[in-house]
């Protein structure tokens, strides 16, 4: 029989899909029966089985049992998976730490009409321009 619950499989790791109200930079994802990772919306009952199960799983990873939410997060936002679910005995797994955002650079439109990465503007007679039109606006 196929278990289609998620309350005995799973583990909940850091993702940067969506912003949620427990972390302004962090999405958190949960794993199903099926191997397969789904964003969790709603944590609470999650961050409270990990509290309720972290006596048993701290001891196993020989680490200090985490009491709080606040310290879940700590440790999810290091990279580390923690479960919740009865199957102790898989590896635990750790992901890559999210990572920071790519900065877009800051784009501006010249008087010529093109637009340029802010920095990359020149100043001419006749205003400003892209560096291909900096000749001909200089005239
Ligand atoms: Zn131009």
Redesign the pocket.
Known sequence: MEMTGYEWYGELVTGTNQPDNHSPTHSYERQQSNGKWYTEGNIDKFMAQLIEKDAWYARRENRQQITTEAGMIARLSEGKALRFGDDWYAQIRITPPPLPPTPEPEWIE?D???S?PIGTRMTTSTGT?????YDR?SD
């Open positions: 010249c010529c009409g093109h340029v321009s892209c560096p291909d039109c606006m």
